[in-house]
Structures are given as C-alpha cells and as structure tokens.
C-alpha cells in the first residue's frame, strides 16, 4: 500500500462517535474530515520509509446529537512503509467539543490492511470513562486534505 493511500487512511484515523445519553454500546459512525499540516518522509533505504504525520481534525457524526458530532482537535502518527508494500501504521488523536470536555483515542492500521481500528484512551467530562472503540477507512485525499469513514461502538 503507497505512503499517500496510507496517509489517507492512518491521518484519517482520526474518528469517534457516540450518541448522547446512551448506556450501552450502539452503533456510530461519521466522517473525519483532517488538515495535513505535517508529512515528513524519512527514507531509511531499500524500500523503507517512515511518515511523521501531525493534522488538525474534525468530526462529523452521522447522528447530530452525537456527543462526537463536531469536536474538534488534532491527530499525530507514524506510517511505516516497506519493500513489500505492506505499509503500517499507528497514533493518537485529541479532541474537544464545544464544552471543553477532551477526548482522546489510539488508532492503529495493520500492515497491507484497507481498514485501520481505534479506540478511546481517555476523556474528561461528558467523554470521561467511555469505551468506544471501532473502524476506519479513507475515503479521499488530495495530499493535503483527507477523509475517513468510520463506525463502531460507541455507548
């Protein structure tokens, strides 16, 4: 898989989503709309990169009324890529919502896999002591700009 495509998919790591009010775990899903504002390429040789990726991050929730819908923050990660195009990758995402409650989730991408996974590591107020965690998948990136889907359980 290329660096770009990776980039896409792993910057786009980005996402959560929840619905307010909800005990137990349901179904979310969104849009993680990122701004690149770091890529830094470090050739290592034969065939082996590795990607520094820092982007600003905001969340589209499917539901409106999600607690998710609309935070905003930023997402840091590394891209290994390899001979075999296998790349992988992994990082952090910290977000806030217009009350200033914090979010935070770890996103990993396999090596060679379409889809990566996240899950929430941390949060403060309304966030604090959730256990959502699920999937993501880029949809577009122009080098700059990217999007990923998401979904997963979310209480």
Known sequence: MGTKKLLSCSAAALLIAGTAGQT???ECSGY??????VADTLDVGNGHTMTVIRAWSIL?????????NLATGECHGTILATPDGKGQASGYCARRDKDKDTQ???WTQAPGAEKGEWRTTGGTGKFAGRTDSGWF?????????SISRWGGKCR
């Open 24 to 26: 137990l775990a349901a």
């Open 137 to 145: 998948q880029g949809v577009s990136a122009d080098g700059k700009m």
């Open 32 to 37: 993680d709309i990122l701004v690149n504002q």
């Open 104 to 106: 935070s989730i770890q």
């Open 60 to 68: 589209i929730t499917d539901d409106p009324k999600s607690v998710y």
